[in-house]
């Protein structure tokens, strides 16, 4: 004997399933990509940064060696590229423990 159909079951079972279109709205501007190309957006925001200006990223709950090395390495990297030169020192920001990179030139 087979049992009644009852509530969907699964990973899927919450989802509601659509009856209509969704609406066509026109004239909606498109926002700005947060970043050039494909992929993910990056991490810090390169592209920003003017000669003079620094951005901070804390030590957070990362041990501080890896933050430091991998903030290093970002750096080391961007330079390669040639869109600026950037340097990177252990720095504390309003008490805050981390790395401060600067754009140089």
């Known amino acids: ?6 509530p969907p079951r699964g990973p899927r079972a919450d989802r509601v399933k659509m ?6 709205r026109r004239g909606v501007p498109m926002p700005d990509p947060e970043h050039d190309g494909p992929g993910r ?3 810090y925001r390169w592209k920003g ?12 709950r ?5 933050v430091q ?17 950037y340097k990177a020192r252990t720095y ?5 423990a981390g790395v401060g990179v600067w754009r140089v030139s």
């Open 62 to 66: 990362e041990a501080s060696d890896k």
């Open 1 to 6: 004997m087979l049992d009644a159909p009852g």
């Open 69 to 85: 090395f991998r903030i290093h390495a970002l750096v080391s990297w961007k330079n390669k590229q040639g869109a600026g030169r």
């Open 49 to 60: 940064v003017s000669v003079g200006d620094m951005f901070h990223v804390p030590f957070g």
């Open 41 to 43: 957006p990056p991490k």
């Open 19 to 24: 009856e209509a279109s969704p609406e066509i």
């Open 92 to 96: 504390q920001l309003d008490g805050v």
